[in-house]
Each structure stands twice: as C-alpha cells, then as structure tokens.
C-alpha cells in the first residue's frame, strides 16, 4: 500500500504542466507604446503598455484596471512569442494566493493562441519580487520614458 501511494505522489508530481486559459486577452498592440528593449544573448524583448499606465507610473499611481503589458520575445529577428500581464479589479481572488494582487500572466504563440505549453505559475512567483513596483521588472524604465 504504502508503495502505491508513494508511486502515485510521484506520478503526479512528475506530470508535465500546463498553462489554462484565464482571464488575460491579447490586446491591440497597435494601441500600445514601446517602452524599452531589453537584450538577453540572443533574445531581444520589446516592452511595450498604455500611454495611461505610463503617466500613471509617472505620477506614481496605481496602473489602471484592464491595463496590458507585454513583452514581445523576438529570437533570430522573428516574433518568438508575446508574455502578457493584464490586471483587473477583483482579479486577485483567482488565484487563492493572491500572487501577484490583480494582476495575471498569459504566454502567446506568434499568431495570438494561447500558448498552452508554458504555465504561468512560475511568472508569478518570480514577479511577486516586484510588489512594491506594480509587479513590473521594468517599472523604473516606464517612470523614465518620455
């Protein structure tokens, strides 16, 4: 018996995960503002969010409801794939950890589907860092953009 149940922890703890649908949209990114690039070896990320959350940040508000932030993940001069933050009011209650307070993350494929091969899970708990600035490594760059 005993042995059954330790197999079983171990099967289930050794399943691949799997991102799910919630609550993020892609959003329109022609109505959004490249704020920065980042360069990683041979990754190179666009930053782009709202002109809102921009001077929100800039006054140092709280970034609108339904705002987008979007890492565009370019790889050999092509779209490798988009990370999406979004933030909604209430949305914290999602998640029973409350993670990353309203905010939530979404990886999309080139073509906009989602891509169910990456979890988020571990983008939240990597931003959670980041409480104290929006849960946003490049906070300091939108206060700075012109």
Known sequence: MRKSAIFAAYAVLTLPLQAEPNRVTFPPLEQLEHY???TRGDVTEHMLTSRAAIEAVKRGEPIPFGTHVVLVDHR???V???F???NGEGWGADDPEGRTADWQFQWFWPDRSIN???TTSRCQSCHQ???DREYLFTY???RRFE
């Open 36 to 38: 920065t690039t980042v």
């Open 76 to 78: 050999g001069g092509q």
């Open 80 to 82: 490798y794939r988009y």
């Open 84 to 86: 999406v933050m979004q």
């Open 116 to 118: 169910m091969d990456e």
């Open 129 to 131: 860092s980041r409480a």
């Open 140 to 142: 300091n760059d939108l």
